[in-house]
C-alpha cells in the first residue's frame, strides 16, 4: 500500500485531452484501464496537468494510491499494454504525502510555432505554420512583459470557471529552436512559460496575441494592457491545440 | 518551354514509395497530377533518388520538361493542391542540361536511430526504436570501414538487378543528435551516408549490420570482412524503412 508516482509523455493528436469522458478516447482511461488490468484493482489518476484535446505532453506527471504491491518493472509492463502514442517514462513509489496535483510548485508548457512559407510536412499536427513574417524581437518583449503577477483575465474564455485571475508567471520567454526544420528556410520559434499554474487555454490565448504583435497588427503597449484585468474579448485568437505542450513539473 | 527543377521533402509512412505503380498511393503520383493540373498538360518526372515505401525525404530533387511557361509561384500553388504530407520547399527553372537523377553527384541518406529503454510516441515511424545497448564507438568504427570503394555486394538483395557492386562512399559516420528526445535516457543515433549512387536497401542493411556490431554480436573485423564481396547472406537484418531520410543531393 502507499503512493506511487508515473512520468509520461503523449501526443495529445488521437486524444480527447487527459480527462475521462464518456465515449472519448482519454489518457487518463487509457492509464486507468491499463492499471487495472496490471495491478488488479481500480485506480483513480490524479495529474498535474490536464491537459485539453489535441494537446501534447513530453513531462506529464500522475499518481495513485495503491493497496497490494507495485510489481517490478511496472513501467515496461504498462507501455506493453498502453497505445503507441502514450509512453511512461518511469513509475516508482513515491512519499505518503506525494499528490501529482497538490504538490506541484509549477509547471512548464511550451508553444511550438513554424515560422515558414512552406508547410513542413514532419511538423504535422506537432506544430502551429506560421505563414506570415514575425518580429521576434518583439514578441520577445512581449513574453518578458508577462512575468510576474498580472491579473490574466484577457487570456482565459469568459466562461472559465476561476475565481481567481490574478496569477504569477514565474518565467515566459521565446527562442528558435537549435535543430532547423525540414524545410528550408524555415524557422522553429517556441515559447515556454513557467507558472504555478495555469488557467484554461491560458498558454494558447498568450501565444495567438503575441503573433499579432510578432506580425505588427498589435503594438507592445497595446498587449501590456491586457495584462491589468481587460476582458477576453480584448485579447487575440486561441492559438490551436497541437502545437501545445506540458514539458515538465516541478515539485 | 525548358526544364524545372523541384524541391521536396515529404513523409513516407502513407506512400508506397517514389515511384508510380497501379492503384498505389505514391509521391511520383501525387505530383505529376497536381503538375499536370496546374500547368494542363502531362508531366513526367525524373527524381534523383528513388525512394522505397516507407522511407521518408527532407532534400529530394526531381525535374521535368514543359512546354509552356511556368506559372509564377508555383511552389505555393503545388502546395495547394498537393496532400500534406508533402511539400514542395522550390519550384523554378533550370538549366537546358538539367536532369534530376543524371546530373546527381552524390545523394546524402541518414538513419535514425532511437536508442532508449521506452519508446517515444513523437518517434513514432520517424526513427528506429532500439531497446538495447549499443557501443556507439564500435558503430563509429564500422561507418569509417565502408568509406572508400569497396564490393557492396553483402549489402543489397541478391535478386537485385544491379550490374556492378563495386561502389564508391564518399563519407559515413554516426552522431548523436544535439536535440535530445521526449523521453528521459534516450539519444536520437543518426548514421549520414553520402555517395554517389545506393543500391537497393544499401543504407537500411547496413544499419542492420552496424546495429550487431553495436549489440556486441558481431566483431569489427567480421563487419569489415563483408566489404569485399561477401554474399547477401552474410550481413545482417535490413532496418525498417521508417528510420530513413534523404536529406540531399549534391549537383
Not at 506560421?130 to 512575468?147: H, K, S
Not at 469568459?158 to 518565467?171: K, L, P
Request: include cysteine; glycine fraction near 10%.
Amino acid at each position: 500500500m502507499g503512493i506511487a508516482r508515473l512520468d509520461l509523455a503523449y501526443h495529445g493528436g488521437r486524444f480527447a485531452g487527459w480527462e475521462t469522458q464518456a465515449g472519448q478516447r482519454t489518457v487518463q482511461a487509457a492509464l486507468e484501464s491499463a492499471l487495472e488490468q496490471i495491478l488488479g484493482e481500480p485506480v483513480a489518476l490524479t495529474v498535474a496537468g490536464r491537459t485539453d484535446a489535441g494537446v501534447h505532453a513530453t513531462g506529464q506527471v500522475a499518481s495513485f494510491e495503491y493497496s497490494g504491491k507495485l510489481p517490478d518493472s511496472l513501467a515496461n509492463r504498462l507501455n506493453g499494454v498502453l497505445p503507441r502514442d502514450i509512453a511512461v517514462t518511469a513509475a516508482a513509489p513515491d512519499g505518503d504525502d506525494f499528490d501529482a496535483r497538490r504538490s506541484a510548485l509549477a509547471r512548464v508548457y511550451r508553444y511550438r510555432v513554424l515560422a515558414s512559407p512552406v508547410r513542413d510536412p514532419f511538423e504535422q499536427g506537432r506544430a502551429l505554420w506560421w505563414r506570415y513574417p514575425l518580429d521576434l524581437g518583439a514578441m520577445e518583449q512581449a513574453a518578458a512583459a508577462v512575468v510576474g503577477k498580472h491579473d490574466l483575465t484577457a487570456f482565459t474564455p469568459t466562461r472559465s470557471a476561476h475565481s481567481i485571475f490574478e496569477r504569477n508567471i514565474d518565467a515566459c520567454s521565446w527562442e528558435a529552436e537549435p535543430r532547423r526544420p525540414a524545410v528550408a528556410g524555415a524557422t522553429m520559434l517556441a515559447l515556454s512559460v513557467e507558472a504555478p499554474a495555469f488557467m484554461r487555454s491560458q498558454v494558447r490565448v498568450m501565444v495567438g496575441t503575441m503573433l499579432e504583435v510578432g506580425g505588427g497588427r498589435r503594438s507592445l503597449d497595446d498587449f501590456r494592457s491586457l495584462l491589468e484585468g481587460a476582458p477576453r474579448e480584448r485579447a487575440g485568437d486561441t492559438a490551436p491545440a497541437h502545437g501545445l505542450y506540458l514539458v515538465g513539473v516541478r515539485y
